[in-house]
């Protein structure tokens, strides 16, 4: 399979940007984006080699965006300046799951102390915990809820990269937006991905802009390879590059948001100008827990997100309680996880997902257990929950009480999620970013912006709210945890995640993955197959996938034997078999440089000079 040339079209030329917004952004800078080659990419499940590098490393989810963030890397940016290049191009390139319009969590390391930074979309001020309430007082069903002026949060994507960038950039912030405008202006190769994306899709012919743009006159899908341009977006970037988050907070383009979500023809929204202009993107303190690996004895220190994601709290709760069974020493069997271990891990997943659903929501709104959500991994009470685990599958487990204490909250009922995709850099100083960005589900709320000029395209607004609980109580009254509130930022299962030796305090890993809620298991797998299992990234990330959201055992079809399902449904598991497509992107640090990976389900590859 053949990806794009490691900078063989990079060309170096002094171009002074205009519009930076950090000190180092007045400065000029040697780098002009060279478009690269554009291959039709192959159809469905692809094995990759993994991609050893030295100097750098870059992982995304699409060979343009990796290709962004290698060439601003060789230009002397940091791991931020790669990331947010590789985010623009994603806006363009991969719309269905990520950009301008969204969210994100950014995880840094600069060698030092690692730093979490929030830029989750946030309800309205005016929003209620009725919002997705019908007339009669019952949930909306939960696609109504999606393709509506109710689901879309206040994008915080752009603030979060900008409060990065002047903490951690080093090229201009104008300098960063060349790629995408580039690449929006002379069009990109329209790949398999978003094509069979767009194939499946039922709703985004619905909304004029995104019909015009994604669809032909007899409104189908362009096809693969079609050069899709996107001059609209283009100049959308053009005044990023020179007002930065205010482009999507006053001005044409804010205005043109509000009015979309506001006069959605079904169910419009309540977001104002208001909204927009006072979100602010938060640091907030990094979620970091010690992991033993029993099969070899070493100890690693394993840093996330904290809520509103309840991403790393699972991750924690599921590594730990696994330690306290025979899991943590078992072997892969013929190079697949087998029954034994995979009754274990989904009976952990049960317990944590439990936890979640009572007690995670927006830390500014929802108090954690006890005052501190690292209750939640207290060794006491994860062996305490590791002993609920039998022969037999407890099929649906019950929240635990890791404080001690009664809780107030109701535990959410069970709800789709959706969406995302991952970003990995480590740059020439070492410093390392794990990103994690989305707009929920595929295509968002399936509403496009621009800025009304008459250019054609724009970007598609997030459907984060929908990560909401529709109910906001249960039958006897308590409140959901995870209800809607007004400003509150909705719960998330994205899961960046940094690695570090225990003891030396080195880095080993950066990585993450799209999946909504699966997003959880699927950097478990990251972790466990890495350090458990003595895999590296790569051939982690190519393993099956397996999950249980505290429901069904879910198995990715076509890839465990038999053997293993009859096995899993003697222990009392209702297996499912379905895709389960991951987007994992992962670095991990060698002793020559870096090696990484990229998920074999979806289109993205890793850049860095070849050794």
């Excluded at 790669?82 to 269905?96: D, F, G, H, K, S």
């Excluded at 991403?311 to 069974?325: D, F, R, V």
């Excluded at 989904?346 to 009572?358: I, P």
């Excluded at 635990?400 to 709800?415: D, H, I, L, R, V």
Aim: charged share 20%; glycine share 12%; with cysteine.
């Amino acid at each position: 399979m053949k990806f794009l040339k490691y900078g063989s079209k990079l060309k170096l030329a002094v171009a002074v940007l205009v519009g930076g917004l950090s000190a180092c952004a007045i400065q000029p800078t040697a780098f002009n984006y060279a478009t690269p080659d554009q291959p039709n990419d192959p159809v469905g499940y692809q094995e990759k080699p993994g991609w050893a590098t030295q100097g750098f490393a870059v992982a995304a989810a699409n060979p343009l965006a990796t290709d962004a963030g290698y060439q601003v890397l060789m230009a002397g940016g940091s791991a931020i300046d790669a990331a947010i290049a590789v985010q623009m191009v994603l806006t363009l390139v991969e719309p269905q799951s990520s950009g301008i319009g969204g969210g994100a969590f950014v995880l840094h390391h600069d060698g030092k102390k690692v730093e979490a930074y929030d830029g989750r979309e946030a309800a309205p001020s005016a929003a209620t915990d009725k919002l997705f309430l019908d007339a009669q007082g019952k949930p909306l069903p939960f696609i109504d809820g999606v393709v509506s002026g109710l689901s879309v949060g206040v994008p915080g994507t752009l603030s979060v990269l900008e409060m990065a960038h002047k903490e951690h950039g080093k090229l201009p912030w104008a300098t960063l937006m060349q790629p995408a405008i580039q690449l929006a202006e002379q069009g990109f190769k329209l790949s398999p991905h978003l094509h069979r994306g767009l194939q499946a899709e039922a709703y985004l012919m619905k909304d004029p802009v995104a019909a015009s743009y994604f669809y032909d006159a007899q409104g189908k899908p362009h096809p693969v390879g079609y050069v899709l341009k996107n001059p609209e977006l283009a100049a959308i970037f053009r005044d990023i590059a020179v007002r930065g988050s205010q482009a999507l907070k006053q001005g044409p383009v804010a205005e043109a948001l509000v009015q979309k979500v506001r006069q959605h023809p079904t169910r419009p929204g309540s977001m104002t100008l208001q909204d927009l202009a006072n979100y602010k993107a938060k640091k907030r303190e990094p979620l970091c827990f010690d992991h033993a690996v029993q099969t070899t004895g070493k100890n690693f220190q394993l840093c996330g997100f904290p809520p509103p994601s309840s991403g790393t709290l699972a991750i924690g709760q599921m590594l730990g309680i696994l330690n306290n069974t025979s899991a943590g020493k078992m072997p892969l069997e013929q190079g697949l996880p087998s029954s034994d271990w995979l009754h274990f891990y989904t009976e952990a997943a049960r317990l944590a997902f439990a936890d979640r659903g009572q007690f995670v929501g927006d830390p500014d709104f929802v108090q954690a257990p006890g005052g501190d959500w690292k209750t939640m991994l207290h060794p006491t009470y994860l062996k305490q929950r590791s002993s609920l685990i039998g022969s037999q599958s407890m099929k649906v487990a019950q929240p635990g009480n890791p404080a001690g204490t009664k809780t107030a909250y109701a535990p959410m009922p069970s709800q789709e999620e959706y969406g995302t995709s991952h970003i990995s850099v480590i740059d020439r100083d070492g410093n390392a970013v794990a990103m994690t960005t989305t707009i929920e589900a595929v295509f968002g709320s399936r509403l496009m912006v621009n800025s009304g000029q008459g250019r054609h395209g724009g970007f598609l607004l997030n459907n984060e709210l929908t990560d909401f609980s529709f109910a906001p109580t249960d039958a006897k009254g308590l409140p959901i945890a995870n209800r809607v509130e007004g400003g509150k930022r909705p719960r998330s299962s994205m899961s960046p995640t940094l690695v570090f030796e225990k003891d030396s305090g080195k880095l080993k890993m950066t990585g993450g993955s799209p999946g909504g809620a699966v997003i959880i298991h699927y950097t478990g797998k990251l972790l466990i197959g890495t350090l458990q299992w003595g895999l590296n990234t790569q051939q982690t990330i190519n393993l099956p996938n397996f999950s249980s959201l505290n429901g069904p055992t879910i198995l990715e079809e076509k890839r465990f034997p038999e053997s293993t399902v009859k096995a899993l449904q003697g222990k009392g598991h209702d297996v499912r078999e379905t895709p389960l497509p991951s987007g994992l992107q992962a670095i991990e640090v060698t002793p020559t440089g870096f090696f990484g990976g990229a998920d074999p389900r979806r289109e993205g590859v890793v850049m860095g000079p070849k050794p």
